[in-house]
């Protein structure tokens, strides 16, 4: 889904694209899984409005919402992970780095701020807002998916309780090995 940048008017223009309407079908059908047929197609709702404010900068902000198909990071079961993201960005257009020039970062990542409009640039006066939509739902996904828990801290996909805290490696129940230069200590030098 390619939208001219120099078409939106003044007042701005909202769209408006969910599985019926077929925009992000095939941009999205990588991140719903192989099984997905042509005729099962997966729920999804993105809705999003583009302001223009000075020469060349608009302002995106919207929504999406889906489901992503994932395993449970705890037992292993199939189960639909909910994707509700909002987001606000500032189009701007790529600037051709000069030959010595660099890019500025942050220092650290405490001085990121998430109250304020993050930027995303756009070549030319096109913008690619389905692979932008497609890199919001993907970011979303967890490294270790887990479904919710009910009221009782049972796993709503196999009904197993969560145990509480995190889950570690380690045994309590075994005593740690000893350090092979604790013997160091008892040897005497002349």
């Known amino acids: ?16 694209c969910n599985q019926h309407t077929g925009e992000l079908n095939e ?12 005729k099962d197609k997966v729920p999804h709702l993105a809705e999003f409005t583009i302001h223009p404010l000075q020469a060349g900068t608009y302002e ?12 449970c990071s705890r037992c292993g079961l199939d189960f639909k992970l ?4 909002s987001f606000k960005e500032l189009l701007l257009p790529a600037q051709p780095l000069p030959r010595n020039g660099k890019y500025g970062r942050t220092n650290h990542f405490s001085e990121l701020t998430a109250e304020g409009p993050t930027v995303v640039e756009y070549q030319g006066h096109h913008f690619n807002a389905g692979e932008y939509l497609h890199e ?7 490294l270790n998916p887990v479904p919710p828990c009910d009221s009782k801290r049972n796993c709503q996909v196999c009904q197993k309780p969560v145990p509480e805290g995190q889950f570690k490696y380690e045994d309590e129940g075994f005593e740690k090995p000893k350090s092979p230069f604790a013997n160091l ?3 005497k030098l002349n």
């Not at 919001?136 to 967890?142: D, S």
């Open 1 to 16: 889904m390619i939208i001219n940048l120099q078409e939106i008017p003044d007042a701005g223009m909202t769209y408006t």
């Open 27 to 38: 941009v999205l059908k990588d991140l719903f899984g192989e099984d997905v047929k042509a």
């Open 60 to 71: 995106l902000s919207g929504f999406v919402r889906t489901e992503l198909p994932e395993d």
């Open 82 to 85: 909910k994707v509700d993201e």
């Open 136 to 142: 919001v739902i993907a970011l979303t996904e967890p």
């Open 185 to 187: 200590k008892s040897i």
